[in-house]
């Protein structure tokens, strides 16, 4: 069984930076793919960043410039630097690990960005 377990989340004002980690405890084995998703109030949940054992990046376009993944294939960790935080990027943020056979779910975390 692997657990995500999520941290750095919190309240921060628009054009401050936060960084959040996530860890994949339980398997031995990195996962094949790792990212980051967020969900705003009545909005559907929407990919913010992906990252394969490669290192290659994926982002939304709304975030691109301002957010950037990385991970630790030795760790089992996916880490989201946010610089240049908006309002709009207010939700709960929620870190996926992806395995051959199966896709793990964090609980997520709120991030809050005031203006």
Request: charged share 15%; hydrophobic share 30%; proline share 2%.
């Amino acid at each position: 069984q692997v657990q995500l377990v999520e941290s750095g989340g919190g309240l921060v004002q628009a054009g401050g930076s936060l960084r959040l980690s996530c860890a994949a405890s339980g398997s031995i084995f990195s996962a094949n793919l790792m990212g980051w998703y967020r969900q705003a109030p009545g909005k559907q949940r929407e990919l913010v960043s992906t990252i394969t054992t490669r290192g290659s990046t994926n982002y939304a376009d709304s975030v691109k410039g301002r957010f950037t993944i990385s991970r630790d294939n030795g760790e089992n960790t996916v880490y989201l630097q946010m610089n240049s935080l908006k309002p709009e990027d207010t939700a709960v943020y929620y870190c996926k690990a992806n395995y051959q056979f199966t896709t793990y779910w964090g609980q997520g975390t709120q991030v809050t960005v005031s203006s």
